[in-house]
Nanobody
Framework: QVQLVESGGGLVQAGGSLRLSCAAS?????MGWFRQRPGKEREFVAAITRSAGTPYYADSVKERFTISRNNAQNTVYLQMNSLKPEDTAAYYC??????????????????WGQGTQVTVSA
């Protein structure tokens, strides 16, 4: 069973930055970040492939968020800049072996972290 441990959430003012981290118990996995805003369904934020490290982003976070990974430490990061109040959500790290339903689909991920809250004040 793969375990994912997230950290780095918190409260920040609009325009500020936060970096989320997710430590995985295995290295050879595609990794992703999803978020769930109050009253909304969970949505894709960003993903990165296991070997080439190719990143993918939701349109709403492109140019503001950067996903990266350190394979030596089995850790993936989400650098979030220019944060907006609408970025307020619980952020979840996810891992999967294959993008069977696409990198943007929660169905492609077999393992999930417990979530970390990000709150952006206006």
């Amino acid at each position: 069973q793969v375990q994912l441990v997230e950290s780095g959430g918190g409260l920040v003012q609009a325009g500020g930055s936060l970096r989320l981290s997710c430590a995985a118990s295995e290295r050879t996995l595609n990794m992703g970040w999803f978020r769930q805003r109050p009253g909304k369904e969970r949505e894709f934020v960003a993903a990165i492939t296991r070997s080439a490290g190719t990143p993918y982003y939701a349109d709403s976070v492109k140019e503001r968020f950067t996903i990266s990974r350190n394979n030596a430490q089995n850790t993936v990061y989400l650098q979030m800049n220019s944060l907006k109040p609408e970025d307020t959500a619980a952020y979840y790290c996810a891992a999967g072996r294959y993008f069977t339903s696409g990198y943007y689909s929660a169905m492609s991920y077999n393992y999930w972290g417990q979530g970390t809250q990000v709150t952006v004040s206006a």
